[in-house]
Structure formats: C-alpha cells, structure tokens
C-alpha cells in the first residue's frame, strides 16, 4: 500500500463558505412560510426584540420577531398559546442553527382564542376587575353622552337615532378603530380621553360612555378582549355600557362596565329614558301630589272648624264677666257691714271675760300663787348658800394644801436670783451672783461662792416682826 496521499478534483470549502450557502439556500427555498406550533420560552430583551420557540410532538423551531414587527402584532405571544406564524427561514450561522423569522403572528383556530380568553378572565377576575361593587350606578338623565365607536357603520347611526326618538341628548363621538391592528389601543385611549375631559374646556365631559360595536366573530371582536380595553373600562371615572356584538356576543369589557347592553340601540335605551314616559310619570307625580296637598288643606279646614266650635261667642264670656262682675260688686257692699258685726262679737267676748268679779278671782288666784312661790323660795336659797359655802371651803382646804408656804414652814427653803426670778438648778449660778434664800418666815440675801462659806456677809433681810402670843390661837 502507498503512503502517497490520495489526491481530490473536489475543492475545499472554508466553515464561512458552507455556512452562507446553507443560509441562501434554506433563504431562497423558504422565503415565505406558514408555520403552525405550541409558543414556549417566548421572552423580550432589551432591544424590543423577541425571542421565543414553536414546538410540535417531534420538533423545536427557534423563532425571533424583530422590534418593528412585534410592535404591530395583533396579539403578545404567551407560554403556551398555539399560533400560526408567517415569515421565512433562514440560518445563524454563529450556532450552525436554523431559525424562522416571525413577520406576522395569529391564533391557531377558535379553541386556541377560548383557551385564551379564558385564562385571560380568570387572570383579571383575580385583580378584582369584574367585582360587583365597583359598579357605578347610571344617572337618570344625562346631559352629554359619550360613545367610542366606528364613525361608520349602522352602529353609531342607531344609537343617534334612537337616543332622539327618546330623549334627544347632546352626543359626543370619539371614533376608533373597532377591529384590526392597534384598535385596542384606540379603544383604550378614547375611554381614557374622555375620562380626562373636566368640563371646562370647548369639550363637555360625558355623563355616560358607551362602548359600541356590531356584531361579527370572535377573531372580529378580539380587540374588546385585549388587557388594555379591559383596564380602561375598569378605570373609567364615568359611568360605562359595554355593547359589543349581539346579545349573544361575550368579550371581556362586558364583564368591566358598568352596564352590558346586549346590542347599541338597548344601550342608548339604558342611556336616556323615554321623554313621554317621564312627562308622564311627571305629571302623575304631581297629580299625586295635588291631591296630597289639597287632601291635607281639606283635613286642615276641617280641624280649623272643630276648633272653632269649641271656642265660646264672645258676647256669652262678655256675659259671664259681666255678671261675676255684679256678684263680687255685691259682695263688697256687704262686707263692711258683716266686718262690723264680727269684730263687734269679738268685742262681747273680751268685755265678758273682764268683768270685776271674773278680775278679782283671777286676781287672787295669782295673789296665792305668789305667796306659795316666796314661802318656797327662802328655804331654796338658804340652802343653796349653804351648800355653796361648803364648796368654797373644801376648794380653800385644797388649795391651801399645795401651797408652797406649807413646804416652806416643813424645813425647806426656795432660792430667787437678783431679778427676782426662781432658780432650779446649780448650772444657772455661777461664782459671785447674788441671790436670795426663802424660808417659811422670811428671806436672807447671800453670795454664791464655790462651796465654802463666803467671807462676806450676806444681806439679812429683816423679818416681819411676829404677833403677840406667837402662834398662839386666840380663844375668844
């Protein structure tokens, strides 16, 4: 066997070479496909553009939507949704992969937009978008409404006409598109406009909104689905009817508005009454209320007159007067006369009981009485003094008996200082002072030494001279 290596005629491409020749080949064969699959791992990035995958039972395609294409979708790819897509293949060759390139994007048959929508109402229903109370009642009578509809077609012809034959109305129309691409953001906008009118510019704000479009599919009316139509609706500041399609048509700003009319023209017949139907209703009101009024004057007039009766004729209390009048004019008349005569009776009285004889008993009887309260009066006060005196005596006994004389006469002496006043202790005398010692029958004047006898002698105060015979008791 030779070592030679075998020779070629057929070139050697470079990596770049197959690479481009595979990307214009699948380009030219596949410049124009429909693909139908399962949406997984869709996610934006931070340049706007979108990356995603479609998957069947046997295969995974790899997909991306460029910035510009993915801003005029119809509808946000999702986990899960099938679609049908429209694009071309084509290579990258930086992984040696295949992807397709997504121009434009639609749901896979009328299972797929249910599935959708369903999960879509559960997810706002879980926000609270479709709760009972946060309806808003309608007013009675508005004075503008305001309707977001197609400026053509039979939908807003209806609603004027039928909002004229009830109750003409100022309308205003804000027109959108109602189906096809960025109607749902119009749809959201033209609610959201009318919300931020305040009524003070050329503009009136609405009373009322209706949201209005015909019937037609569920692909049709797809645009009252989105998530932005329902947040608006559910936003709204002014009161809203939904009326989109035919009574049996359901989309999801029915489930949001305040009202869900089956059709446009049963949402202008919510909107504004019948204007016979009111001055009707007026004018049964008021016929009510004449009756009311005149029935209460009538129950008035009737009390009014019960009352009268019972009030007295004024001449018969100018009668009545009158003659009370004549009774108390006699009565005076004769009153001081009979005050005479009763102090004259009185006057009797006292004159018989002071009669001389009647006097001179009393007289002694008072006499008696007297003399018997002075023979007892000598005896009383003689022993009341008596009894007094022995009081007197006893307390002198006493008294005398702790009288400082009596302790004097036993032995003991009292020691005064030189102003005169008691001394009680040894630490009030100091070496020097003149004091003066008291015994029973007189007083001696001393010096107070240091407990020898002092070489000066003290003053004698001189006693009182003592009476004759001493103390000696006089018999007589």
Not at 99 to 105: F, P, S, T
């Amino acid at each position: 066997m030779s070592d030679t290596p075998a020779t070629h005629n057929a070139p050697a491409f470079s990596v770049t070479e197959v690479s481009t020749a595979l990307k214009r080949t699948i380009e030219d064969a596949f410049g124009f496909v429909r693909v139908r699959g399962e949406i997984s791992q869709p996610k934006v990035a931070t340049s706007g553009h979108c990356y995603l995958r479609l998957k069947d039972e046997g295969a995974v395609l790899d997909g991306i939507i460029w910035r510009g294409a993915y801003a005029k979708l119809g509808i946000r790819p999702e986990e899960g949704m099938e679609v049908i897509v429209t694009g071309k293949l084509t290579t990258y060759p930086g992984r040696s992969s295949y992807q397709i390139i997504i121009e434009a994007m639609e749901l896979a048959g009328q299972g797929a937009l249910l599935k959708l929508l369903e999960d879509r109402r559960k997810k706002l229903a879980a926000e609270g978008l479709f709760d009972e109370g946060r309806k808003k009642p309608l007013p009675t009578l508005p004075t503008v409404i305001g309707v977001v509809s197609s400026p053509t077609g039979a939908v807003i012809r209806d609603i004027l006409h039928r909002i004229t034959d009830r109750f003409p109305r100022h309308v205003i129309l804000w027109p959108v598109k109602v189906q096809g691409e960025g109607s749902a953001e119009e749809i959201a906008a033209a609610i959201a406009g009318f919300n931020a009118l305040d009524g003070t510019g050329p503009i009136p704000r609405p009373d009322v909104l209706i949201v209005a479009r015909g019937g037609g599919s569920l692909e049709d009316l797809w645009a009252f689905n989105e998530e932005v139509v329902v947040r608006a609706a559910a936003a709204s500041t002014i009161p809203l009817i939904a009326a989109v399609g035919h009574e049996t048509d359901w989309t999801l700003i029915d489930h949001a508005a305040d009202r869900r009319a089956p059709t446009p023209t049963a949402a202008a017949e919510m909107a504004v009454p019948v204007r016979l139907e009111c001055n009707a209703r007026v004018a049964q009101v008021s016929g009510r209320m004449v009756q009311a009024v005149t029935r209460q004057l009538e129950e008035g007039r009737i009390h009014l007159q019960g009352l009268v009766r019972g009030i007295p004729r004024l001449e018969v209390i100018v009668e009545e007067k009158q003659q009370h009048l004549d009774t108390l004019t006699e009565r005076l008349k004769l009153g001081p006369s009979k005050f005479l005569a009763v102090l004259g009776q009185d006057l009797a009285v006292l004159t018989a009981r002071l009669s001389p004889d009647r006097f001179r008993r009393e007289l002694s009887r008072e006499h008696d009485h007297l003399k018997q309260l002075s023979a007892r009066l000598a005896p009383a006060m003689t022993r009341t003094l008596k009894d007094d005196g022995m009081r007197v005596a006893n307390l002198g006994d006493r008294l005398e008996s702790v009288s400082p004389k009596r302790v004097l006469e036993r032995g003991y002496a009292m020691v005064w200082d030189a102003e005169g006043a008691p001394v009680t202790s040894v630490a009030k005398v100091a070496t020097g002072d003149a004091l003066v010692v008291e015994f029973g029958d007189g007083k001696v004047g001393v010096m107070a030494g240091e407990g020898a006898p002092s070489s000066t002698p003290p003053r004698i105060v001189k006693r009182a001279a003592p009476k004759p015979g001493g103390n000696q008791g006089n018999l007589f």
